[in-house]
């Protein structure tokens, strides 16, 4: 065999061997038994003196052709065994991108704040900004002002907590609606005879047996809007503009005469039933309507004591309850869920 | 309160009016029915099938072949031939062998459903045909009970005289019953014929005055003394009318079954004629009666005729009622006195002793009017409710007082067979004075926003007993019908004009006005904030009751130790349980109570509330709308149970401890811009562990405590055991510090330069707050250190007894250059001079 059938007979051999050089091992062996400095490639460049001279230039660029060959195939093979080697890596490194995450505690707030929140927002809409009165209050503006004298058969719509005060000193009671805030409101601007758009949060209380249905603190939303001009109508329109922000558009209407002490003329406000749509069912008790305010025009005994002259002056209120539209919308059953603060029952909010 | 259809249509014609449509329209008008019910028409609980169950005259009564007990009765239904129908009942049974009778009764015809009549409460059974020892029975004559109209099987029901044969039962006896929930102190609509007035005023019908004219069918006419009692008002501010009329002679029984059918469908039980008319007439007309046993009422002295008397308790008064209890009586209550003294509350109840009996022969009948408040007053006083007091309280017209008594009497008259003296007793000190309203038609617009025209208006006045006279167009005097009390407003008469008229009926609008001047409530926005921050970190918001157990204070405190609070407590004088009897002075006991309860079933609870606690700082003063009570909002955390929840790999589950709820607080200060201006130093707290409690100063003022709660505290609110840190805050004083801070800040300067970082150890005394060391750094190191982050924390042999070193990573940078060694090397000789001098810090060397 002569030395250039060696070489290529090397070089084939050479070239074999790398494509069963499996990983980085296997490849270093490879380089160092065929192009190592006692590589058998590079032990066939050493041959080159051996043959008679005018070989040598061909053979020696023979040579240095194989050798730049395996040297580019050694590297695109290092390539590759390099690229596999890190898909085993990450292969082998999968995980169960099912499992939960690391846990990050949650907070939540109050079912009634959000409430409260949305109803702000809307009423802010129209003007209205938020007035607060106080919860422990003066026997006067919970029900004189309001024009609820003692004993006044009115009075039976509301069962009061009373206040333990000393004998002879003004009562005291805890507000059994927001209305006591319409006198608020009105002396506060009445100094500047200004016109009036508030509403009035707030907790109320009730002297009542605590039930699924009823509990003795709640929460209200009074309104009050004050004006040159302001009708039974307007009051009306406000509560449709209401009804639709706060339950979706295309909400109804339906207005009932009632009564009320501090509003002249009274009515009640209903909407159809959010659940059935207005055909009945158990939720609205088959009516297919739903109270969502009592309201009515500010009786002007009431302007009068808020400030405010009833021959120039008009104006309406409302108020509602905070918990019974969230009772509905999340048909919640028991009432005593709100303030009561069970976790399992706040948290889905 | 309850009002049968066929009793309306007596003074208004309803017949054609579905009863839907009456009872919505009626809703809308402020008469809100509650609930229909349906007696023997389709939709009833037993319907009455009108082919089945007809009216049919019973012709005779003859004995049944082969049972002693019971009878066979010819009946007429109205068909071709006359039926025979077997039966057992008592008042039939003694008309055995006897014909030419002609009682109308009820009969159902095999097929019809019937409640059964001995089976306990009500069960409906199909009516069979049956052979009856012998005899075929296809039919039968009914029971109260088995048409539903009782809940005990009595006699058969007759039905009047004048009752068609073979007509449908339901164009008889069928109804429907609308109930009312009528809201407002409305004594007109507490009664039928009120309810017929509305009625005929929406629906614009007639309305007939036969109730009230009684007195002329009678001729009834009044004296102030009549012949039979002599009548005083003493207290004329209590008892404005008191009329008294005679009926001799009357023979006590039941009242007929039409009566008793009104009065049950009404909801009330007949008892017999003279209570049921009593009773019938305050339905009817809404004017309460009562009636005395005319030989019980005694004379002021022997010889004398028997005297009524009604006038003011004398203190300590006493008398039975009716309900069998002895009252006693304070001095502004009305008592109805004879002779003797009293013989019954007036307005309110009876006494027991001139009760109708059975043996009664002559009726006194009173129909009198009482001051509603003291009415109102005397009932919750003496906690006696009944149906006059409940009525009285209401309102009643005084003008009613004669006209339901004469109603009465000539009802006693046709049904109890007695006869009425013909002068009644009136006397009238308080008879009102006509109150005329001055009214202007343009006012329904004004304050409705409708044009409703004026001789619509007029057509409304009028349809409720108002009377309109006009002296212009724009100039009315509307006279206010006595029954109306509570009229005495233009705005009274709008609202009149606009529910008869229908609010249905009104446009949508907006308030079309100038804006009011527009704020921002700065404290409601804050507060909101607050809620935001906490939520973000974690925290679960609740909104806890204000009522709170007043023990709950005490147990606030560890032993030995008494909270101090800003106020004096209020505590209720009512309350509904001992556990709600006082108005909360902290939000702890509700947030304590909250986590003991959620951690019975959750392990881990991250709560806090912003609300506002409520004491008593001085005497309230009404004129200035002034409660004497402050009502400050407070925040308040509380965290319990393991830092972190279970996982698949491990987690820290270790309990949840100060530095916890430090690590919350620290990051809502930073939100507050506070987190650099908060002081804090060791607390000493009476709800708080004495080593785990910090107190929080902000620019010198208290912003509250926070540490790991007392273990007996946690004890004392049956708290698992395990650490519970918490915090309350005074929520005004942070959120003004806030304010303030918010208002000075100014952005810091934000460097390009390189920082340069090295760690410095410095030994001090171990009770040195690490905060005041830190604060020191950067004190001395001012204004190129700018950060002294505290990274570790040594005790032990190496720093000496007593000692502690804390490492402090310390970052120099400046806002103008790239600091050097030297730059550095100079600020920490600095700082090292400061600690040694202010506290005894000593370097410690690696
Ligand atoms: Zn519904």
């Given amino acids: 065999m002569t030395l250039f059938e060696a070489l290529e007979q090397v070089y084939n051999e050479a070239q074999a061997a790398l494509e069963l050089a499996g990983d980085s091992a296997g490849l270093e062996a490879w380089y160092a038994a065929y192009l190592g400095r006692k590589g058998t490639v590079t032990l066939q460049t050493r041959a080159v003196g051996q043959l008679p001279k005018d070989e040598r230039p061909a053979f020696g660029q023979r040579v240095n052709e194989v050798k730049q060959a395996l040297e580019e195939a050694y590297a695109a093979r290092a390539e590759a065994i390099k690229q596999a080697e890190m898909l085993r890596t990450l292969e082998s490194g999968a995980i169960d991108i099912t499992l ?242 069970d976790l399992r029952f706040l948290r889905q909010f | 309160m309850r009002v049968p259809l066929s009793w309306l249509n007596d003074y208004v014609d309803v017949k054609n009016i579905p009863v839907q449509e009456l009872a919505n329209r009626l809703t809308l008008a402020g008469m809100e029915v509650e609930a229909i019910e349906t007696i023997g028409y389709p939709g009833a609980e037993l319907p009455w099938d009108p082919k089945l169950i007809t009216t049919a005259e019973v012709l005779s009564v003859g004995p049944h072949p082969d049972a002693d007990r019971l009878v066979l009765v010819e009946v007429d239904y109205g068909g071709p031939e006359h039926e025979i129908a077997v039966t057992g009942a008592p008042s039939l049974y003694a008309l055995k062998g006897q014909s030419d009778l002609h009682l109308k009764v009820a009969f159902a015809w095999e097929g019809s459903l019937l409640y059964d009549g001995h089976a306990e409460g009500f069960v409906q059974r199909k009516l069979k045909a049956t052979k009856v020892r012998g005899v075929l029975s296809r039919a039968m004559v009914c029971s109260q009970k088995e048409l539903g109209l009782a809940d005990v099987h009595g006699d058969i029901i007759y039905l009047p005289s004048d009752t068609p044969v073979g007509v449908p039962l339901t164009e008889v006896l069928g109804d429907y019953v609308l109930d009312f929930e009528i809201k407002g102190p409305f004594g007109h609509l507490q009664c039928v014929y009120g309810i017929a007035r509305e009625v005929a005023a929406i629906f614009g019908r007639p309305l007939k005055r036969t109730p009230l004219e009684a007195a002329i069918r009678l001729g009834l006419t009044t004296v102030e003394q009549p012949e039979a009692v002599e009548l005083e008002i003493a207290d004329p501010d209590l008892c404005p009318r008191y009329t008294a009329t005679m009926i001799r002679g009357v023979s006590i029984g039941p009242s007929p079954l039409w009566m008793q059918l009104r009065l049950q469908r009404a909801g009330m039980r007949p008892i017999n004629n003279i209570v049921d008319i009593t009773n019938y007439v305050m339905l009817e007309l809404g004017q309460p009666l009562h009636a005395f046993d005319y030989a019980q009422i005694r004379p002021r002295s022997a010889g004398s005729k028997p005297a009524i008397i009604v006038r003011r308790a004398l203190p300590g008064e006493q008398m039975a009622t009716l309900d069998g209890e002895l009252r006693t009586f304070d001095g502004d209550m009305c008592l109805i006195t004879d002779g003797g003294g009293p013989v019954g509350v007036g307005g309110v109840m009876g006494g027991l002793d001139s009760e109708v009996k059975d043996t009664t022969r002559d009726i006194l009948l009173e129909a009198a009017n009482f001051f509603f408040l003291n009415i109102r007053r005397t009932t919750q006083l003496l906690k006696i409710s009944s149906e006059a007091g409940s009525r009285f309280g209401k309102r009643v017209d005084s003008e009613l007082a004669l006209i339901a008594g004469a109603r009465a009497a000539e009802l006693m008259r046709e049904l109890a067979g007695g006869v009425v003296d013909s002068i009644a007793g009136d006397r009238y000190p308080g008879k009102p004075a006509p109150f005329p309203v001055a009214y202007c038609p343009a006012m329904a617009d004004s304050i409705l926003g409708v044009i409703i025209p004026a001789e619509e208006q007029r057509r409304i006045l009028t349809a409720l007993e108002f009377s309109v006279r006009d002296n212009g167009p724009e100039d009315w005097e509307v006279l206010v019908p006595s029954y109306r009390l509570d009229v005495r407003h233009p705005v009274d008469l709008v609202e009149e004009i606009g529910r008869i008229y229908g609010y249905d009926r009104f446009p949508h609008t907006l308030i079309d006005e100038p804006l009011p001047p527009l704020r921002h409530n700065v404290p409601l926005e804050e507060e909101e904030r607050v809620r935001d921050w906490l939520v973000g970190l974690g925290l679960d918001e609740i909104i806890s009751y204000s009522l709170i157990d007043p023990a709950d204070e005490p147990r606030l405190a560890s032993p030995g130790t008494a909270l101090t609070f800003a106020g004096e407590a209020i505590p209720l004088r009512n309350s509904l349980s001992p556990e709600r009897s006082q108005m909360r002075r902290s939000l702890l006991p509700g947030l304590l109570r909250t986590a003991r309860n959620n951690l019975r079933f959750l392990e881990r609870v991250a709560l806090f509330e912003v609300g506002r606690v409520h004491y008593r700082l001085a005497t309230p003063n009404p004129a200035a709308g002034e409660t004497g009570v402050a009502e400050p909002r407070r925040v308040a955390m509380a965290l319990a149970g393991p830092r972190q929840g279970r996982w698949f790999e491990a987690t820290d589950r270790s309990a949840l401890d100060y530095f916890d709820l430090k690590g919350i607080v620290e990051a809502f200060l930073e939100r507050l811009a506070l987190l650099d201006k908060a002081q804090w130093e060791r607390g000493a707290h009476p709800s708080f562990h004495p080593g785990r409690c910090a107190r929080v100063t902000v620019e010198g003022r208290e912003i509250g405590y926070l540490g790991e709660l007392h273990p007996l505290v946690c004890e004392a609110f049956d708290l698992p055991v395990q650490p519970v840190v918490a915090l309350e805050w005074d929520l005004e004083a942070l959120l003004d510090a806030a304010r303030a801070a918010e208002g000075g800040k100014h952005v810091g300067m934000i460097s390009a330069y390189p920082p340069v970082h090295e760690d410095l150890a410095l030994i001090v005394d171990a009770g040195t707050p690490a905060l005041d060391v830190q604060r020191a750094i950067l004190q001395a190191g001012l204004p190129l250190v700018t950060r002294a982050l505290l990274f570790d924390i040594y005790q032990g042999p190496q720093v000496g007894e007593g000692k502690k070193s804390l490492a402090f990573a310390l970052t120099y940078q400046s806002p103008g250059k790239a600091l050097d060694e030297s730059d550095v090397e100079k600020l920490r000789m600095r700082i090292i001079k400061v600690v040694e001098k202010q506290l005894g810090a000593k370097v410690r060397r690696a």
């Fill in chain 1, 100 to 341: 939960p995450g690391r846990p990050v505690p949650q907070g939540h707030l109050h079912l009634t704040t959000r409430t409260l929140r949305q109803i702000y927002d809307i009423f802010a809409m129209m003007g209205f900004e938020v007035f607060e009165a106080p919860d422990v209050e003066l026997e006067a503006y919970n029900f004189d002002l309001l024009n609820i004298p003692d004993y006044h058969p009115a009075r039976d719509m509301w069962d009061t907590f009373w206040v333990q005060t000393p004998p002879g000193e003004p009562r005291l009671l805890l507000r059994t609606h927001t209305s006591p805030g319409q006198i608020r409101a009105m002396r506060e601007r009445a100094t500047h005879q200004e016109p009036i758009r508030v509403i009035l949060p707030g907790k109320c209380y009730r002297y009542e047996q605590i039930t699924a249905r009823s509990e003795h603190q709640f929460y209200q939303l009074e309104g009050l809007a004050v004006g040159r001009g302001i009708t039974l109508t307007d009051l009306i329109g406000t509560m449709h503009q209401f009804a639709e922000l706060f339950y979706g558009t295309g909400r109804k209407i339906r207005v009932r005469s009632s009564y009320f002490p501090f509003t002249e003329p009274s009515v009640e406000v209903d909407t159809n039933c959010i659940l059935c749509g207005g055909g009945g069912c158990g939720v609205c008790k088959y009516t297919g309507w739903l109270e969502i305010a009592g309201a009515g025009m500010v009786h002007p005994v009431v302007l009068q004591n808020g400030g405010y002259d009833p021959a120039e002056w008009s104006g309406f209120a409302f108020g509602m309850g905070i918990e019974r539209p969230s009772m509905m919308k999340y048909d919640v059953s028991d009432i005593r869920l709100y303030y009561g603060n």
